[in-house]
């Protein structure tokens, strides 16, 4: 495909043309997909038929007790830094730069298929960094897939953070809030001007993220 050519002749004869493998392939599974995406389509028309309903006894049974479904419109949401109970013992709030050199050296570079392995760089900078600023945190905001990126702010309206992920614990999420297990995870600001200035060199950037200005 990475040939202007071959991609003329696609254009000119039509990919039924093609004997190419891959293309063989798409065209053997299309058809199939195409009827789950129909089927799929079809199912969720049922379901988005009853959101409404539920939505609206939802509101009747708790009142203003209760916060809506996301849609796709602006959130906010609000919680603290907190631990989290896993297997018999707590969650750190944070882990840090520091821990992640650990872990890296603890399972080595090979184990779980490269895992663990850092880039040549992150190993390069090592010494450069310091180990204790943060660099993951854990709080009870209830987020769930789609709120990736999500800027994390504290109450003086200052960026601490962005949301990227959730405990397994956060995934039955989409539809209630445990707030004892529930956790949303989100990287550092320090861990991400950290690393912009003494891993990656981009000191202009981090003038830019702090003062407002390149």
């Not at 969650?91 to 895992?115: I, K, M, V």
């Not at 397994?168 to 445990?178: E, M």
């Not at 956790?183 to 200035?197: K, N, Q, T, Y």
Request: proline letters at 6%; one cysteine or more.
């Amino acid at each position: 495909m990475h040939d202007a050519a071959f991609r003329t002749e696609l254009l000119e004869k039509g990919p039924e043309a093609s004997q190419d493998p891959f293309l063989v392939l798409a065209r053997t599974l299309d058809p199939m997909n195409r009827g789950l995406q129909e089927a799929q389509m079809e199912v969720q028309r049922v379901i988005s038929g009853h959101v409404a309903r539920i939505a609206r006894a939802r509101f009747k049974a708790y009142g203003r007790t209760k916060y809506p479904d996301a849609t796709f419109t602006l959130r906010l949401s609000y919680g603290t830094v907190a631990t989290c109970p896993a297997l018999g013992t707590l969650l750190q709030p944070f882990t840090t730069l520091g821990g992640l050199f650990d872990r890296a050296d603890a399972w080595g570079a090979r184990a779980e298929n490269g895992s663990w392995a850092l880039p040549p760089r992150w190993r390069e900078r090592r010494a450069r960094l310091e180990p204790s600023t943060p660099y993951n945190f854990l709080c009870t905001h209830d987020c769930i897939g789609g709120n990736s990126g999500s800027p994390m702010v504290n109450r003086n309206g200052e960026l601490v953070g962005l949301a990227f992920d959730g405990n397994i614990d956060s995934i039955p999420g989409r539809y209630y809030y445990n707030g004892k297990v529930n956790r949303c995870v989100s990287v550092d600001a320090r861990g991400i001007l950290e690393a912009l200035a003494k891993v990656y060199d981009a000191g202009h950037l981090v003038s830019e993220l702090k003062e407002g200005r390149p």
